[in-house]
């Protein structure tokens, strides 16, 4: 059975500063990998979709990577901005008869001004 | 840009009633989910349409859950009888096979 991590659960940093989340997951079967954003109460915006073949993707200030040997990704968030403030969702997308998402329990980012 | 229709957008029941929820996919997007996300997790698949079809309900609680997507276009989740700990946030998503997936704005329900 799939299962993903989010370290850390949450993350607190000043206004300006460069910081990773980082995401593990246990099952290398995978054929994407998605990173969400989610504000209090709100549903999900992808932010970021890689390929199983992929090794990274670039959006603005963000970039993740993906080393799927190793079952791990990370999302790197340049020269963080206070309403960049919410929590961050990694998903792997699971092979087989089904398509569905396993999602980790994602890092709540704070950034202070 | 197409988005994700979800409504009603907030829902409070008492338990034992029945509720239900409805989902309209970005136009041409063939698959749909349902999932559930309770205060402070992930979200988990409770299932998966392919066109009208169900794909995966492994985790569908078939006993007072239901989904359908008659014409394979909108769908409806309903539950009957809610309890208390159907209380949760319920995300509707469509993609393209094997795509990115996109979200609505969720469903959240609350049963007292």
């Known amino acids: 059975k799939q299962e993903v991590t989010q370290i850390p659960a949450a993350l607190s940093v000043p206004e300006g500063e460069n910081l990773v989340l980082n995401c593990s997951f246990t099952?290398?079967?995978?054929?994407?990998l998605q990173w969400f954003r989610q504000d209090p109460g709100k549903g999900l915006t992808s932010l970021l979709l890689?390929?199983?073949?992929?090794r990274e993707q670039t959006s603005g200030r963000l970039n993740a990577s993906l080393d799927k040997s190793s079952g791990r990704s990370t999302l790197y968030i340049a020269a963080s901005q206070p309403g960049d403030s919410a929590t961050y969702l990694c998903?792997?997308?699971?092979?087989?008869?089904?398509?569905?998402?396993?999602f980790g329990k994602g890092t709540k980012l704070t950034v202070n001004p | 840009e197409a988005e994700v229709a979800q409504s009603p957008r907030y829902k409070i029941t008492e338990k034992s009633q029945a509720v239900a929820f409805w989902c309209d996919p970005i136009?041409?997007?063939?698959?749909l989910y349902w999932y559930r996300q309770i205060l402070g997790q992930g979200p988990e698949l409770l299932v998966q349409?392919?066109?009208?079809?169900?794909?995966?309900d492994s985790q569908l609680p078939k006993d007072r859950f239901s989904a359908e997507r008659l014409k394979g276009v909108d769908s409806t989740l309903k539950i009957q009888p809610a309890e208390l700990g159907d209380s949760a946030m319920y995300l509707c998503?469509?993609?393209?096979?094997?795509?990115?997936?996109?979200f609505g704005p969720g469903t959240r329900l609350t049963v007292t």
């Open positions: 998503a469509s993609s393209l096979s094997r795509h990115e997936q996109y």
């Open positions: 099952d290398s079967a995978i054929y994407n």
């Open positions: 890689i390929q199983s073949s992929q």
């Open positions: 998903a792997v997308g699971t092979q087989g008869g089904s398509e569905k998402l396993v």
């Open positions: 136009s041409g997007h063939a698959t």
């Open positions: 349409f392919q066109d009208e079809s169900v794909v995966d």
